[in-house]
């Protein structure tokens, strides 16, 4: 079912899935300017770490990059188990006292990114931490919004919205919600 | 009370006989085999067709735990157990609490088992006081009192001139000798066969050895001594292979084997299943081969159930702490029926190793059928298969290595001394 | 009977044993454990994943340094750790082994860690577990007997793992006791799942189990031939009791034949790796200089050690 064609869930899609090139290009053009040039990006895996790398390459400063990996912290442990494979957290950087932007491809229930919060306060107290995320497709289960947002979608409860990279272009598709625990 | 039973297929293994008939049963004997005695009018009937009639089975081993281990099983059920398998003749072993080293702990046995009216009770005697294999017991008040032969059970005879001295002595009065052949030395610690298996598990182990050595020299001090040897619960190829050599130069040696290494071996132990736990230990596949190829061509003498009832607390424990033992006296029947189906053997064979061959070797005159003869009688339905679980155990003892496990051959009547003691 | 250590879906239940345990479930325990060695760098060294779970750490033998690893990594994954050092004999205070399992369950037990002189001691209770239905309560074996050392085993995966990179053209030796190791047949199962090209099992007749090449291994009874070509060494603990007796004559012999010298590690590839589970007898089986040198890992499997039980205690705690 994974590879279903888009041709095949457009019509749950409402007013269809935007364009992952085209939300970046927003994505940036809201960051550029507001994010401090001393800001450090915290991409959370994998499309989230995917998007950092981009936003690095793209925006202006050279920006530090790190990757989160929330396995450890997200709160469907206790009911879904850990995920198959977790990476490992790497920030090249001191988190203490540091602007942060935390980046994900997909803002949903808000819930991994309250993980990633967690996480990053672990390795110290960042003096802020701000939000960018490709997609938010509303569904918020916990009182957190995005800083900086590339567009916004509304998509059915059973579909994942998922963001693939092929060479260097993003694309985003819809994909039924697996039993796995979401990245 | 007259009973006659009709149209059963009567296998007397002893006398060759092998056809449907009908049996009369008068004053606690068997009054005539084919034709009812003159003026006959039973006062039962039973009706066997499709069913075998047979001699009362006999087991050279059951521990009834009376006296001392009344926690674990008693007489009364115990007997019930050995009733419902068709055994109306069992030898116990005399380690018991205290060991039978007393002639008035064995008669006190033999009045229990009397007074209950069920299996005769042949109690085997302590070889050496306490079973300690230091000093011997006064075989002859024990043989008065009613031992049919002495033993160590499973406890160890280390020291050999000891082992030369009993034997000498029974020889000297004509005793049976049971000895279960296993060198203290090399078995000390070991739990489980020498093999792949107690190396993957990490059980301590016991090799082959313990048992060749220990019949070498128990045959050649029995070459010596004349003495009446019965070496019981064998249970590796080798130990085997010189009993049939010791045979063929003409020597007179009998043995046995339990229920359990005729089916199982050490592989069967799982994942450290307890009921696997047992003495000897469970071997290999090649051993165990070798015991049911010995009972085709009679090196080994007969099949026993080596009965052991543990309960719970004993069997709940870690493989190494848990108590030996199976508990066995109602598959004697089956797991023998399953080894005769599985090696095509007749069943006049099969019944052989548990009537009248255990009887030759207990001394007794049982295990057949003759006009005159005791009325031990055993009624079984061959092609009744039942499944081996708790609720269908009338012993106390539930621990066995076949539970689960469907089996063929169920007891619809059980006569002893001409009485029904049991029927299904 | 069945493996009771996966689940009817064949996911991890309990860690008994590395014998029959899926290549899969392995690579996916040390991969898991690759995080957990980050984790411990940080000055937070913690993270929530067991948090409100209570872990009993039940030792019926005795290993202060076992323990404590087990109890770090469970305290590091937030849980609440117990310590219930039970002394040489379960039925010290008249209670069954599984009278025991039973009252900790009635007080709301998750996982039990238990360390047993027994084999088998571990799959007899979790096999009460499931007779029991308690398929939340997760049981971990710490080592029972002769018989296995799972996390032991999987720490030195992923030792090796860590310098080696792949197990398919490692050979390897193992050296000592291996009669009586639950270190050494946890390895061995793990070497051959993982599929490593030779494992070898050296020392002298009396300390190697019979039939031991049946689970794979080469046996050598000289050393220096035994070390030839070996990229990765691991030294066994020879126990005191062990050194003199009818095993053998005296340590110092043993030390002769077996024992690990720059001379013999001169034999294996330049680039071996030498380890050690723990705790070391230096004189007996390992000489200092090597203990301490470049070739030795001995330190690190330490550190390896808690991540790859934090690895499996947050494998087996998830729903």
């Given at each position: 079912m994974t590879?279903a064609?888009p041709t095949?869930v457009?019509?749950?899609?409402p007013?269809g899935l935007p364009d992952?090139?085209r939300?970046l290009a927003?994505?940036?053009?809201?960051?550029?300017g507001a994010?401090?040039?001393?800001?450090?990006?915290i991409?959370?895996?994998?499309?989230?770490?995917w998007l950092?790398e981009?936003?690095?390459a793209?925006?202006p400063?050279?920006?530090?990059?790190g990757?989160i990996d929330?396995?450890?912290y997200?709160d469907d442990?206790?009911?879904?188990?850990?995920?198959?494979?977790v990476?490992?957290?790497t920030?090249?950087f001191?988190v203490e006292g540091s602007?942060?932007v935390?980046?994900?491809?997909?803002?949903?229930?808000g819930?991994s990114v309250?993980?990633?919060?967690?996480e990053?306060?672990d390795?110290?107290?960042?003096?802020k931490?701000?939000?960018a995320?490709?997609?938010?497709?509303?569904?918020?289960e916990?009182p957190?919004?995005?800083?900086y947002?590339?567009?916004?979608?509304s998509v059915?409860r059973?579909?994942?919205?998922?963001?693939?990279r092929?060479?260097?272009?993003?694309?985003?598709?819809?994909?039924?919600v697996?039993?796995?625990p979401?990245? | 009370?007259?009973i006659?039973i009709?149209?059963g297929r009567?296998?007397?293994p002893a006398?060759?006989v092998?056809?449907t008939?009908s049996?009369?049963?008068a004053?606690?004997?068997?009054?005539a085999?084919g034709t009812a005695p003159?003026a006959w009018h039973?006062?039962?009937?039973v009706d066997?067709a499709?069913l075998i009639?047979?001699?009362?089975?006999?087991?050279?081993?059951?521990?009834l735990?009376?006296?001392?281990?009344e926690?674990k099983?008693?007489l009364?059920?115990?007997?019930?157990?050995a009733?419902?398998?068709?055994?109306?003749?069992?030898?116990c072993?005399?380690d018991?609490?205290?060991?039978?080293d007393?002639p008035?702990l064995v008669e006190m046995l033999?009045?229990r088992a009397?007074?209950l009216n069920?299996?005769?009770v042949y109690p085997?005697g302590?070889l050496?006081?306490?079973l300690?294999?230091?000093?011997i017991?006064e075989m002859?008040e024990l043989a008065e009192?009613?031992?049919v032969?002495f033993?160590q059970a499973d406890a160890?005879?280390?020291?050999?001139?000891v082992?030369?001295?009993?034997?000498?002595?029974?020889?000297?009065?004509?005793y049976?000798?049971?000895?279960?052949?296993?060198?203290a030395?090399?078995a000390?610690?070991g739990i489980?066969?020498?093999?792949?298996?107690?190396m993957r598990l990490?059980?301590?182990?016991?090799?082959?050895e313990a048992?060749?050595i220990a019949?070498?020299?128990?045959?050649?001090?029995a070459?010596a001594t004349?003495s009446r040897?019965h070496?019981?619960?064998?249970?590796t190829?080798?130990?085997?292979?010189?009993?049939?050599?010791a045979?063929?130069s003409?020597?007179?040696?009998?043995c046995?084997v339990?229920?359990n290494?005729l089916?199982?071996c050490?592989v069967?132990?799982?994942?450290?299943n307890?009921n696997c736990?047992l003495i000897?230990?469970?071997?290999?596949?090649r051993d165990?081969d070798a015991i049911?190829?010995?009972?085709v061509?009679g090196?080994i003498d007969?099949i026993c159930?080596?009965h052991?009832?543990?309960d719970?607390?004993?069997k709940q424990?870690?493989?190494?702490?848990?108590?030996?033992g199976?508990?066995g006296?109602e598959?004697l029947l089956?797991?023998?029926?399953q080894?005769?189906?599985?090696?095509k053997?007749?069943?006049a064979?099969?019944?052989s190793?548990?009537?009248i061959?255990?009887?030759?070797?207990l001394g007794i005159?049982g295990g057949h059928l003759?006009?005159?003869s005791?009325?031990?009688?055993c009624?079984?339905?061959?092609?009744a298969?039942?499944?081996?679980?708790a609720?269908?155990l009338k012993s106390?003892?539930k621990n066995?290595?076949?539970?689960g496990?469907?089996?063929p051959g169920?007891?619809?009547y059980?006569l002893?001394a001409g009485?029904i003691?049991?029927?299904? | 009977?069945h493996?009771?250590?996966l689940?009817?879906g064949g996911?991890?239940?309990h860690l008994?044993?590395?014998?029959?345990m899926p290549a899969?479930?392995?690579?996916?325990i040390?991969?898991?454990?690759v995080?957990?060695?980050s984790?411990a760098e940080?000055d937070?060294?913690k993270?929530?994943?067991?948090?409100?779970k209570t872990v009993?750490?039940?030792f019926?033998?005795?290993?202060t340094r076992?323990?404590t690893?087990?109890?770090?990594a469970a305290?590091?994954?937030?849980?609440?750790?117990i310590n219930?050092?039970?002394?040489?004999?379960?039925?010290?205070?008249?209670?069954?082994?599984?009278d025991?399992?039973?009252?900790?369950?009635?007080m709301?037990a998750?996982?039990?860690?238990v360390?047993?002189?027994?084999?088998?001691a571990p799959h007899?209770?979790?096999?009460?577990?499931s007779?029991?239905?308690?398929?939340h309560?997760?049981?971990?074996n710490a080592?029972?007997?002769?018989?296995a050392?799972?996390?032991?085993g999987?720490?030195?995966l992923f030792?090796?793992r860590?310098?080696?990179?792949?197990?398919?053209n490692?050979?390897?030796?193992?050296?000592?006791d291996?009669?009586?190791?639950?270190v050494a047949r946890?390895?061995?199962?793990?070497l051959?799942?993982?599929?490593?090209?030779?494992?070898r099992?050296?020392?002298?007749?009396?300390?190697?189990?019979t039939?031991v090449?049946?689970m794979?291994?080469?046996?050598?009874?000289d050393?220096?031939?035994?070390?030839a070509?070996?990229d990765v060494i691991?030294m066994?603990?020879?126990q005191?009791e062990r050194m003199k007796?009818?095993?053998l004559?005296?340590a110092?012999e043993?030390?002769?034949?077996y024992g690990l010298?720059?001379?013999?590690?001169a034999?294996?590839?330049?680039?071996?790796i030498?380890?050690?589970p723990?705790p070391?007898?230096r004189?007996?089986?390992?000489?200092s200089?090597?203990?301490?040198?470049?070739h030795?890992?001995?330190?690190?499997q330490?550190?390896?050690?808690i991540?790859v039980?934090?690895?499996v205690?947050?494998?087996?705690?998830?729903?």
């Amino acid at each position: 079912m994974t590879n279903a064609k888009p041709t095949d869930v457009r019509a749950k899609v409402p007013e269809g899935l935007p364009d992952a090139e085209r939300a970046l290009a927003a994505l940036v053009e809201k960051m550029r300017g507001a994010v401090a040039l001393d800001a450090k990006l915290i991409g959370i895996y994998s499309g989230g770490a995917w998007l950092a790398e981009r936003l690095a390459a793209i925006l202006p400063g050279n920006l530090p990059v790190g990757f989160i990996d929330v396995s450890f912290y997200r709160d469907d442990y206790g009911q879904k188990g850990l995920r198959t494979k977790v990476e490992t957290t790497t920030l090249p950087f001191e988190v203490e006292g540091s602007r942060i932007v935390l980046v994900d491809d997909v803002l949903y229930t808000g819930r991994s990114v309250r993980a990633a919060i967690n996480e990053i306060f672990d390795y110290g107290r960042p003096e802020k931490i701000e939000l960018a995320v490709l997609v938010d497709r509303g569904g918020r289960e916990l009182p957190i919004e995005a800083t900086y947002v590339g567009a916004r979608v509304s998509v059915a409860r059973e579909l994942s919205v998922v963001l693939n990279r092929e060479a260097d272009r993003f694309q985003l598709s819809v994909e039924p919600v697996t039993s796995e625990p979401r990245a | 009370m007259k009973i006659e039973i009709n149209n059963g297929r009567l296998i007397d293994p002893a006398h060759g006989v092998d056809k449907t008939t009908s049996l009369y049963i008068a004053a606690g004997k068997i009054a005539a085999i084919g034709t009812a005695p003159a003026a006959w009018h039973a006062n039962r009937s039973v009706d066997a067709a499709g069913l075998i009639v047979c001699p009362g089975l006999i087991d050279l081993s059951a521990r009834l735990r009376e006296p001392g281990f009344e926690y674990k099983a008693t007489l009364e059920s115990e007997m019930q157990a050995a009733m419902g398998g068709g055994i109306t003749s069992l030898a116990c072993p005399p380690d018991t609490d205290p060991p039978l080293d007393e002639p008035g702990l064995v008669e006190m046995l033999k009045h229990r088992a009397r007074s209950l009216n069920c299996a005769h009770v042949y109690p085997v005697g302590a070889l050496t006081e306490g079973l300690r294999g230091e000093t011997i017991t006064e075989m002859g008040e024990l043989a008065e009192a009613g031992c049919v032969a002495f033993s160590q059970a499973d406890a160890p005879l280390v020291d050999t001139q000891v082992l030369l001295r009993a034997m000498q002595y029974a020889a000297t009065f004509g005793y049976r000798v049971w000895l279960r052949p296993q060198d203290a030395h090399l078995a000390r610690g070991g739990i489980a066969h020498d093999g792949e298996i107690a190396m993957r598990l990490g059980l301590a182990s016991i090799p082959s050895e313990a048992e060749t050595i220990a019949i070498d020299s128990i045959l050649t001090l029995a070459r010596a001594t004349g003495s009446r040897i019965h070496l019981a619960r064998l249970s590796t190829h080798e130990g085997i292979a010189r009993v049939r050599e010791a045979k063929r130069s003409g020597m007179h040696v009998s043995c046995d084997v339990s229920i359990n290494h005729l089916h199982l071996c050490d592989v069967d132990i799982g994942w450290f299943n307890p009921n696997c736990r047992l003495i000897p230990p469970l071997r290999g596949v090649r051993d165990r081969d070798a015991i049911r190829a010995g009972l085709v061509d009679g090196t080994i003498d007969a099949i026993c159930s080596d009965h052991t009832p543990v309960d719970d607390d004993g069997k709940q424990v870690p493989f190494a702490e848990a108590e030996p033992g199976a508990t066995g006296l109602e598959l004697l029947l089956p797991l023998t029926l399953q080894w005769a189906q599985q090696e095509k053997q007749p069943l006049a064979k099969a019944l052989s190793r548990i009537t009248i061959d255990p009887a030759r070797i207990l001394g007794i005159d049982g295990g057949h059928l003759a006009q005159g003869s005791p009325a031990d009688i055993c009624v079984l339905d061959p092609e009744a298969w039942w499944t081996v679980e708790a609720r269908a155990l009338k012993s106390q003892g539930k621990n066995t290595p076949f539970l689960g496990l469907e089996v063929p051959g169920k007891v619809r009547y059980t006569l002893v001394a001409g009485q029904i003691v049991h029927e299904a | 009977m069945h493996n009771p250590q996966l689940n009817a879906g064949g996911e991890l239940q309990h860690l008994l044993t590395l014998e029959g345990m899926p290549a899969a479930i392995v690579e996916r325990i040390l991969d898991t454990a690759v995080p957990f060695v980050s984790i411990a760098e940080r000055d937070v060294k913690k993270v929530p994943l067991l948090r409100g779970k209570t872990v009993f750490n039940l030792f019926f033998e005795n290993s202060t340094r076992t323990r404590t690893t087990f109890e770090i990594a469970a305290k590091r994954l937030s849980a609440d750790v117990i310590n219930l050092n039970v002394g040489v004999s379960s039925t010290s205070k008249g209670e069954t082994l599984l009278d025991t399992i039973d009252n900790l369950v009635a007080m709301n037990a998750d996982m039990f860690v238990v360390r047993h002189a027994q084999s088998g001691a571990p799959h007899l209770i979790a096999q009460h577990l499931s007779a029991r239905q308690r398929e939340h309560v997760h049981v971990i074996n710490a080592g029972d007997g002769r018989h296995a050392h799972p996390t032991q085993g999987l720490l030195d995966l992923f030792t090796i793992r860590h310098y080696k990179r792949e197990f398919r053209n490692l050979t390897v030796a193992i050296v000592g006791d291996v009669l009586h190791s639950r270190v050494a047949r946890s390895l061995i199962h793990g070497l051959t799942t993982m599929g490593a090209a030779e494992v070898r099992a050296i020392g002298p007749q009396t300390l190697l189990p019979t039939a031991v090449e049946k689970m794979g291994v080469r046996v050598y009874h000289d050393m220096k031939s035994g070390l030839a070509g070996c990229d990765v060494i691991v030294m066994l603990r020879l126990q005191t009791e062990r050194m003199k007796g009818s095993l053998l004559p005296s340590a110092g012999e043993f030390f002769k034949h077996y024992g690990l010298t720059a001379d013999k590690l001169a034999s294996a590839r330049p680039d071996a790796i030498v380890m050690h589970p723990g705790p070391m007898n230096r004189g007996v089986e390992i000489d200092s200089a090597v203990a301490d040198g470049k070739h030795s890992v001995i330190l690190p499997q330490v550190t390896f050690g808690i991540a790859v039980r934090m690895a499996v205690m947050s494998i087996l705690g998830g729903g």
